[in-house]
């Protein structure tokens, strides 16, 4: 029989309930449905924050792929015997948006406060989160969250890995010559730079040393950031070394490094690390970036280890989507993250 990856029952209703969501703002579902007692291995929760950007739209990203898809491609994984569970929303703020500088700095710590508890349960019930950004900044609590959770298990001396799936390094810190939005810092900030109150979440800094962290898809990158992957060695892969090395080559070497080497890691995946061509529904649209194919073997290497903790999608902005495209990928991606069959 053969397994239907896209879904095409009801597609046209379902596209249509997704032009009427983008009209009326997000669908959102009520927190933890189902989910306290929930015996799962694959928890989806979404994180519906876009107030570390200028850009405005990514807020809509986990309503718009549920609809796009993704709530039907659960139950079909259930059905298969699959442990995926769709455990709501955590927000969005209810507060308008401040003027502050940086984008977001006046709304991420109570945001970063619920999407940490949230997580912390999640984490330690054993299940494997995987969350619908929002924008790129969200990961600074999503990481201290697994960073924390580590040291709590095992100790002071636990390291997080995290592969970050990017065009961008996300390296960026508050100043004069920044754009000055939070969804451009992240990185910075877990690796203990920027604004103290967000690189000290939980109670400590750096959440991830930079031996622990690897870059892939690189291909954007500002001089500040340039010079902060060079002073700390971080890892690097750009477009230009997959190309030269090639996806599979840099994926095994990675898994091999963050599975000996690390207590547990992150996948934090940009979905504009992939060509604009192929995932057009993002903010920063960079030409020349990884395929499909290839980000379905980053998905599915990195999520079939067991020292995954965290797997994180971001920057889906499905105003500027074109046909669901990019909101489509995203399910197959998760499809493929949890070992959803191809036949
Ligand atoms: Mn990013």
Known sequence: MAVPLQVVEGAQAEGAAARDRKMTGPARLPPEVGCEMADTNWVVLGAPFDRGTTHRGAEAAPAAIREAGLTRRIAYLAGLGFKITDCGDV???????????????????????????RLDRRLHSGGVPLVLGGDHSISIPTISAVAGFLRESLGDDAN???????????????????????????????????????????????????????????????????????????????????????????????????NEKTDGFVLSFDIDAIDPMMAPGVD???????????????????????????FELLEVNPSRDRDDLTSKLAINLIHRAVGGPLI
């Not at 970036?289 to 999520?303: D, H, K, N, Y």
């Open 284 to 310: 920063y649209p960079q030409p020349g970036g990884i395929t499909v194919r290839e980000a379905m073997l980053i998905v599915e290497s990195f999520c079939g280890s067991d020292k995954l903790r965290l």
């Open 91 to 117: 927000g969005p703020p209810d507060s308008a948006h401040s003027e502050t500088l940086p984008t977001g700095i006046d709304e991420m710590p109570a945001y970063a406060a619920a999407l940490m508890e």
């Open 160 to 258: 997080v890995g995290v592969v970050w799936i990017d065009a961008h390094p996300d390296l960026e810190t508050p100043g004069p010559d920044s754009t000055n939005d939070l969804n451009a810092m992240p990185a910075a900030h877990l690796l203990g730079l920027g604004l103290p109150e967000l690189a000290t979440l939980g109670g400590f800094k750096p959440k991830v040393k930079p031996e622990y962290l690897v870059y892939v898809g690189l291909r954007d990158v500002v001089p500040e950031e340039k010079q902060i992957i060079n002073d700390m060695a971080i890892t690097s892969y750009t477009m230009s070394d997959i190309e030269r090395l090639g996806i599979a080559a840099i994926c095994d070497k990675t898994l091999k490094y963050m």
